[in-house]
């Protein structure tokens, strides 16, 4: 491996450095960027062949960084004979690509002109200016993170920003609504290269809030901020999304945010049309309320007469089926109704929900595939997936992809946790996928006159994918390690086990129920394993906790945004009790679509789909996806991903 090599080996290996150096990256880090600075400074390719010898140096000591570059390693690049064939060509490219990699992007706001910390005026307009810098602007009052590179060939991106607010407490005027992303931020930014609003408060007795949402290509949101002006001046800032790197694939049709805001909740949808924005006109103790009922339909199907059936089949007899999808209608249609048509909600409200609705209606006419809606919320984790989208209860009208959970193909992006932890975004092929299953294997009764193979089969069905590549683990304490790390990078975190919650809700108390009895706490192992140590490889997490009922609170708590904080580039879980026959069922069907290149909300889209086609079977509901749609657990280099049916 030549300079040039390692070099390129380092500008790809960057956002994966914390988690392959481990403990000594924050000290590492300040003394390789001082080299590269030097590097990329360097005029001739006998300078930077040097630079690359120190920065080596460096980084050869930790072993899974020196593993990647043992090319390079096996002799010192300051000491390349003349006329050996070392491909310069692209060095000086590279170095400067190397310079630009560490830097993470940020979107900075300023209100230009405005002192920081002065009050605002009521009836005075001031302008907000948005810009990305490759540093923490020191004078801006807002900054975030944000993931997103130029496409191949191109110097910049473009973003679409979105401002709101509350059009009782303050006016907007969009002045320009593109952001330019820089593949290298130039020593001026030109003055078109920002976003600009005018933003005028309408009153200055109680803080305004804003939401700004920066999206590219179609809906796919890449950042989310919420800026509050306090009446006597200072500005508070937070960001409700980790940098997202995801694939070059179609957006969402439409993108929904949630963002609690002054005591309250405020609302936005995002179609490819435009946006709308709104206040909801409930509280969390009234949100809570009606969570609890429109689950209430989901515990009826599996707690009522038809749960026996449920239990035992696959296949649904079709006056079963029809009674449970009466039920999750008229919860799902209360619920819709709660939301959008609420007494006191505003028309703009109702405009939000008119968006779902048409897109649902042109979808059941045929016109347009599935919709693909990416949901974002800061605090309440709703049951999107439970509503059903129609004005009214129309029983001799009644249709199963009504309900968002079957016919779209709806994810939850995560938000952001504080931690930096950028995961790929595939895995890489088939061939080299490492998986890691923890299991109950007391699920199979053994020992018993009653033994069953639910665990053993899976384990069987993953030695068959991934032959010696898919470690098993049974007891809490061995997951416990495995959590700690270091270990091999794994693609895939897969869980199928029992799941109890605490008494109190949000519960610190969750765990699951391993081989044994032997139960991982939540509480504890936040403590063993905290969310500053990211997991290697950054998997996909499956929690198919089977034969548990957590009831999960509106706000967000348990084992997902653990995983999630700990760099989990997604999480799928269940929220009901679901039966363990139907749990492995579910698994093999999920698991073939994405060993296939199917992405993750197809894959969940298509199996849930295929069970209520097939068994008019509607427990595809159980199942949520936290993480970006697009994206894939191995990538096929030969084969196109299924779409969806």
């Given at each position: ?313 696959l296949t649904i007899p079709k006056d079963v089926y029809q009674q449970g999808l009466r039920t999750l209608a008229q919860h799902g249609v209360d619920f819709f109704r709660a939301l959008f048509r609420a007494p006191g ?301």
């Open positions: 491996m030549t300079a040039r090599d390692a070099v390129a080996e380092l500008v790809a290996q960057w956002p994966r450095l914390p988690e392959l150096v481990g403990p000594g990256w924050s000290t590492l880090r300040p003394r390789a960027l001082e080299q590269i600075g030097l590097l990329a400074s360097a005029t001739t390719d006998a300078e930077r062949r040097r630079g690359v010898g120190k920065l080596l140096r460096l980084f050869l000591p930790h072993p899974r960084v020196g593993a990647l570059l043992a090319g390079p390693a096996a002799r010192d690049p300051r000491r390349t004979p003349e006329g050996e064939p070392d491909d310069t060509a692209e060095l000086s490219e590279l170095c400067r690509q190397l310079a630009a990699a560490p830097y993470e992007q940020w979107i900075s706001a300023v209100f230009e002109g405005h002192p920081p910390g002065e009050p605002f005026e009521a009836g005075r307009v001031h302008t907000l200016a948005f810009t990305v810098d490759r540093h923490d602007h020191p004078f801006a009052f807002a900054t975030a993170q944000l993931d997103l590179a130029p496409a191949a060939g191109e110097d910049s991106a473009m973003l679409d920003v979105t401002l709101h607010g509350d059009p009782d407490a303050v006016t907007i005027r969009p002045v320009r609504t593109r952001l330019t992303v820089h593949r290298n931020v130039p020593a001026s930014v030109p003055e078109a290269a920002s976003a600009v609003f005018e933003v005028t408060p309408r009153r200055t007795d109680r803080p305004v809030v804003l939401m700004a949402r920066f999206t590219r290509g179609a809906a796919r949101v890449s950042q989310v901020l919420r800026l509050t002006l306090r009446p006597a001046g200072p500005v508070e800032q937070s960001a409700l999304l980790p940098p997202l790197t995801t694939g070059d694939g179609e957006g969402p049709d439409i993108s929904i945010t949630l963002m609690s805001a002054g005591g309250g909740h405020q609302l936005c949808v995002q179609d490819r049309t435009g946006a709308a924005f709104a206040p909801l006109p409930h509280g969390v103790t009234e949100l809570s309320s009606k969570v609890r009922e429109v689950r209430r339909g989901l515990g009826q199907l599996l707690g009522g007469p038809g749960g026996r059936v449920y239990a035992t089949s909600g505003s028309e703009d409200l109702r405009k939000l929900g008119d968006m779902l609705l048409h897109a649902v209606d042109e979808a059941e006419k045929g016109a347009t595939p599935p919709p693909r809606i990416e949901i974002v919320s800061d605090e309440l984790c709703l049951p999107w997936h439970l509503m059903y989208i129609a004005d009214r209860y129309r029983e001799d009208e009644l249709s199963p992809t009504r309900l968002l959970g079957l016919g779209s193909r709806v994810t939850l992006v995560p938000l952001s946790s504080g931690q930096r932890h950028r995961p790929p975004e595939a895995c890489g092929s088939l061939d080299t996928l490492r998986a890691l299953l923890a299991v109950n294997s007391d699920i199979d009764r053994p020992g018993t006159d009653r033994p069953r193979t639910l665990v053993s089969g899976q384990l069987d069905y993953w030695r068959g994918r991934l032959a010696n590549r898919a470690e098993t683990l049974y007891e809490s304490e061995e997951v416990t390690r495995a959590l700690v790390g270091p270990r091999e990078p794994d693609a895939l975190w897969y869980f199928y086990c029992h799941l109890e919650e605490g008494e109190d809700q949000p519960s610190e108390d969750t765990r699951m129920v391993l081989t044994g009895d032997r139960r991982l706490w939540l509480r504890r192992v936040r403590n063993t394993a905290p969310y500053e140590e990211p997991l290697s490889g950054a998997p996909l997490v499956v929690l198919n906790t089977c034969e548990s009922a957590p009831p999960w609170p509106v706000r967000r708590a348990g084992f997902p945004p653990y995983f999630l904080a700990k760099g989990a580039r997604g999480v799928v879980c269940t929220e009901a009790k679901v039966p363990m026959e139907f749990g492995t069922e579910w698994a093999r069907r999920f698991f073939d679509r994405l060993l296939a290149g199917v992405p993750l909300g197809t894959a969940l889209h298509q199996v849930s789909h295929e069970l209520l086609t097939e068994h008019h079977n509607l427990l595809g509901l159980l199942y949520t996806a936290h993480g970006d749609s697009g994206m894939l657990l191995v990538r096929q280099p030969s084969a196109t991903p299924a779409r969806q049916p």
